[in-house]
């Protein structure tokens, strides 16, 4: 009995110090244990309790991330299966459904839309709001208020022909009538016809001087004219230019021995200006420009030929004045003066009756000075 208490009791003793001693913390089992021996690796104190060693953590930044990487196809879009059955075959639907996005003939006639507006400004001066806008702006009487302007002019003439062959020279005078007419259909845009003749002229009718024939000398033109306006008040300055067809006559006897019948026509440049200087008073001057001609002879009495081929310009250059009276009624003059010039190339087909030659390179030289006095009429 003795002896199983004793065992006992030192077993007791035993565990009760072991739990005394693994309740201590681990601060305290380091100043409990000796200092001259050191800690087993494998004892219980060693392998519990370790120091971790500090991980450095790197910044984080925006740029050093990693982007994933592409195969550098572009995303194709989903087509339903409404889609590829109204597809055409052979036919890419992304391109389809591109194109029904942006029609093709929505731009085509967008464009001539675009073009038709520019080409209708170009020739009208603008729509037909603009232009109404614009004729509300002039004063009653200003002239560009006019629709119509008709007039009527007398005057005289005098033409020389200079030329190396007999057949076409000569020199006339006299009196002159005209008339004229102007169709505005905005106030920038309108149409004009001229005509002139003369009156009992008439030129030398052999080489010798012994007769005299009649010469019955025209003048036609049709202009599409365009005006710049300068202002709004009835003094601004305006700028005309017209583009046309100008055509001249000179008709003889139809039957005379040694002279013929004379056109020459070709398309035609005009430009001018109108500068008042006052409400009642403007000038006018301009020139005229024929700058590809064509001149013809025709057949009288005789049959000639001045050359094979010609080339004929022509020049004119004009002033003027004129007084307004009121919209509707207007009086002027005005003094011109032409120069056509035509060269022929090759023989003349008959001999110079002066000279008995037949020249080649036959030139002609025809100056012409008009001055006139008209009234217009306009409503």
Same mark, same amino acid.
């Given at each position: 009995?003795?002896?199983?208490?004793?065992?006992?009791?030192?077993?007791?003793?035993?565990?009760?110090?072991?739990?005394?001693?693994?309740q201590?913390?681990?601060?305290?089992?380091?100043?409990?244990?000796?200092?001259?021996?050191?800690?087993?690796?494998?004892?219980?104190?060693?392998?519990?309790?370790?120091?971790?060693?500090?991980?450095k953590?790197?910044?984080?930044?925006?740029?050093?991330?990693?982007?994933?990487?592409?195969?550098?196809?572009?995303v194709?879009?989903?087509?339903?299966?409404?889609?590829?059955?109204?597809?055409?075959?052979?036919?890419?639907?992304a391109t389809?459904?591109?194109?029904?996005?942006?029609?093709?003939?929505?731009?085509?006639?967008?464009?001539?839309?675009?073009?038709?507006?520019q080409?209708?400004?170009?020739?009208?001066?603008?729509s037909?709001?603009?232009?109404?806008?614009?004729?509300?702006?002039?004063?009653?009487?200003?002239?560009?208020?006019?629709?119509v302007?008709?007039?009527?002019?007398?005057?005289?003439?005098?033409?020389?022909?200079?030329?190396?062959?007999?057949?076409?020279?000569?020199?006339?005078?006299?009196?002159?009538?005209?008339?004229?007419?102007? =169709?505005?259909?905005?106030?920038?845009?309108?149409? /004009?016809?001229?005509?002139? $003749? &003369?009156?009992? #002229?008439?030129?030398? !009718?052999?080489?010798?001087?012994?007769?005299?024939?009649?010469?019955?000398?025209?003048?036609?033109a049709?202009?599409?004219?365009?005006?710049?306006?300068?202002?709004?008040?009835?003094?601004?300055p305006?700028?005309?230019?017209?583009?046309?067809?100008?055509?001249?006559? =000179?008709?003889?006897?139809?039957?005379?021995?040694? /002279?013929?019948?004379?056109? $020459? &026509?070709?398309? #035609?440049?005009?430009? !001018?200006?109108?500068?008042?200087?006052?409400?009642?008073?403007?000038?006018?001057?301009?020139?005229?420009?024929?700058?590809?001609?064509?001149?013809?002879?025709?057949?009288?009495?005789?049959?000639?030929?001045?050359?094979?081929?010609?080339?004929?310009?022509?020049?004119? =250059?004009?002033?003027?004045?004129?007084?307004?009276?009121?919209?509707?009624?207007?009086?002027?003059?005005?003094?011109?003066?032409?120069?056509?010039?035509?060269?022929?190339?090759g023989?003349?087909?008959?001999?110079?009756?002066?000279?008995?030659?037949?020249?080649?390179?036959?030139?002609?030289?025809?100056?012409?000075?008009?001055?006139?006095?008209?009234?217009?009429?306009?409503?």
């Amino acid at each position: 009995m003795i002896f199983r208490f004793f065992i006992c009791s030192l077993v007791t003793g035993i565990l009760g110090a072991s739990l005394a001693f693994g309740q201590v913390d681990p601060s305290s089992a380091t100043l409990l244990r000796s200092s001259g021996k050191s800690p087993d690796k494998n004892s219980l104190d060693s392998s519990r309790y370790t120091v971790r060693p500090e991980t450095k953590t790197t910044p984080r930044t925006d740029s050093l991330q990693t982007l994933p990487k592409t195969d550098g196809t572009k995303v194709q879009p989903k087509i339903s299966t409404q889609e590829k059955t109204d597809a055409k075959p052979g036919s890419d639907p992304a391109t389809d459904q591109q194109g029904a996005q942006e029609p093709v003939t929505v731009e085509v006639e967008t464009q001539q839309q675009e073009v038709a507006e520019q080409m209708r400004d170009f020739f009208l001066g603008g729509s037909e709001e603009s232009i109404q806008e614009f004729k509300n702006l002039l004063h009653p009487r200003d002239l560009r208020q006019n629709l119509v302007e008709v007039g009527a002019a007398v005057g005289v003439f005098y033409q020389d022909s200079n030329s190396n062959y007999w057949y076409r020279r000569h020199h006339s005078f006299g009196p002159i009538v005209s008339a004229d007419a102007t =169709i505005w259909i905005t106030p920038f845009l309108g149409f /004009r016809a001229d005509f002139a $003749t &003369s009156l009992a #002229s008439e030129i030398r !009718g052999d080489p010798a001087g012994t007769r005299r024939i009649p010469a019955d000398h025209q003048w036609w033109a049709g202009s599409l004219f365009f005006r710049k306006s300068f202002g709004l008040d009835r003094k601004s300055p305006m700028l005309f230019v017209g583009v046309g067809f100008r055509e001249y006559r =000179i008709n003889v006897p139809a039957n005379d021995p040694d /002279r013929i019948r004379v056109r $020459t &026509s070709g398309p #035609s440049i005009t430009l !001018g200006i109108q500068q008042p200087t006052s409400v009642s008073h403007l000038w006018e001057a301009g020139v005229q420009l024929l700058p590809r001609g064509d001149q013809q002879e025709g057949k009288t009495g005789i049959n000639i030929r001045s050359g094979s081929k010609q080339e004929t310009y022509s020049l004119g =250059i004009y002033v003027g004045s004129r007084i307004v009276m009121d919209r509707k009624h207007q009086f002027y003059w005005q003094l011109s003066h032409t120069l056509d010039k035509s060269l022929f190339d090759g023989q003349a087909s008959l001999p110079d009756p002066i000279s008995g030659n037949q020249p080649t390179g036959v030139y002609i030289n025809t100056g012409t000075t008009i001055f006139k006095l008209g009234y217009t009429w306009a409503e």
